[in-house]
């Protein structure tokens, strides 16, 4: 499976700075199509042939990079 990953971060309403900004990172499967737009400016389409998809939503905490969690957040997902 290809995975696609994208970045955003949003505001949180009611929140005071810095609490205000959450900044995401989504997982999707991806489908490689060696398109033009692709290779130059890395978008990867989701892979409809793999919908639903599933939503994991992780915390990795305060003290550890979120990519430690990775792993786990893949793993939920593959299992619905």
């Known amino acids: 499976m290809n995975i696609g990953a994208f970045y955003r971060a949003t505001k949180v309403e009611n929140?005071?700075?810095?609490?205000?900004?959450?900044?995401?990172?989504?997982?999707?499967?991806?489908?490689?199509?060696?398109?033009?737009?692709q290779?130059?400016?890395?978008?990867?389409p989701a892979d409809r042939q793999q919908a639903p998809f599933p939503v994991v939503i992780l915390f990795n905490g305060v003290n550890c990079n979120p990519e430690l969690y990775k792993w786990l957040a893949i793993k939920l997902s593959e299992r619905g």
């Open 39 to 44: 290779k130059n400016q890395g978008i990867v």
């Open 15 to 37: 929140a005071q700075p810095p609490y205000d900004t959450i900044n995401l990172k989504v997982f999707y499967p991806g489908k490689m199509s060696g398109s033009e737009q």
